[in-house]
């Protein structure tokens, strides 16, 4: 043992600190091991110098974060060190706050070092750079491009039925008889409008039935003549997700591809 770690472990010296603690508060904390039970320290002031110590070990090891010489299982180890650090100083930060009646460190916006957080953990530094975290950041990626396309889709059709509810009544549906010119007045769908066309039966010809009659009629006249019975059958494609514009560069490039093929009778 050194010279000056015998100094300092000297009974004198040890004397020295105690009355200084009891009568002037000071206290030096490096000399003691940081409780591992927040809930143990009963002072505010003792738990607030706690809380730097772990502030100065996070930031010793985020300068180690940068070392080129490290490999890639120091710094999954160094990176482990820094969340479980992050989580003990949220720890200190909810005793002082609400056991303590302390500062709320909370909202303390001087501690910016908080990493990239993936998949409920922190990375930092060159820790980024390893496999599975570039995975995983790929994974994040994908999942909000996916979220963020069908926040757009459910906002398109919120639209969609928002404009319907406008323009389009009952009568639409075929639920207000022909002859009755005096219900023929556009109706606003409320709540009792849309249990009376759920639990009506429509009526047997409505507006609705003749718009489609004119309109197959209309195609039929198209396809070769009125009423024609080598009419082309129209299918109409059903989708269980609507393409997205995806989609739509990938399918044009492979129908370009497939003309091109045939006019090189490849």
């Not at 000056?4 to 002037?24: I, M």
């Not at 482990?80 to 949220?90: H, M, R, T, V, W």
């Not at 429509?202 to 080598?230: I, N």
Request: glycine share 4%; with cysteine.
């Amino acid at each position: 043992m050194s010279r000056n770690v015998d100094k300092a472990n000297s009974v004198l010296v040890r004397f020295q600190e105690l009355e200084a603690e009891k009568n002037g508060g000071y206290k030096d904390y490096t000399r003691f091991k940081r409780p591992t039970r927040v809930g143990s320290v009963s002072k505010s002031q003792e738990a607030q110098q706690w809380r730097r110590q772990v502030i100065s070990d996070i930031n010793t090891r985020l300068t180690r974060m940068h070392d080129p010489s490290l490999n890639e299982f120091q710094l999954r180890e160094l990176n482990d060190e820094l969340n479980d650090l992050f989580s003990e100083k949220a720890r200190w930060e909810r005793h002082i706050h609400r056991n303590l009646k302390g500062p709320d460190f909370s909202r303390d916006k001087s501690f910016k070092h908080t990493g990239t957080v993936l998949d409920g953990r922190r990375y930092f530094g060159r820790a980024l750079a390893l496999p599975e975290v570039q995975q995983l950041a790929k994974n994040a990626a994908d999942w909000r491009k996916k979220s963020q396309s069908a926040r757009q889709r459910q906002k398109t059709l919120q639209d969609r039925v928002r404009v319907w509810k406008k323009s389009l009544g009952p009568e639409y549906y075929g639920f207000v008889p022909e002859d009755s010119a005096s219900l023929r007045v556009p109706l606003h769908l409320t709540v009792e409008t849309v249990k009376e066309i759920l639990t009506s039966k429509p009526a047997s010809r409505s507006h609705f039935c003749q718009l489609e009659e004119d309109k197959t009629q209309e195609l039929q006249a198209e396809a070769g003549g009125q009423g024609s019975v080598m009419a082309p059958k129209r299918i109409i494609p059903q989708f269980s997700q609507l393409p997205d514009l995806k989609d739509m560069e990938e399918w044009l490039v492979q129908r370009r591809k497939s003309q091109l093929q045939r006019q090189l009778n490849l």
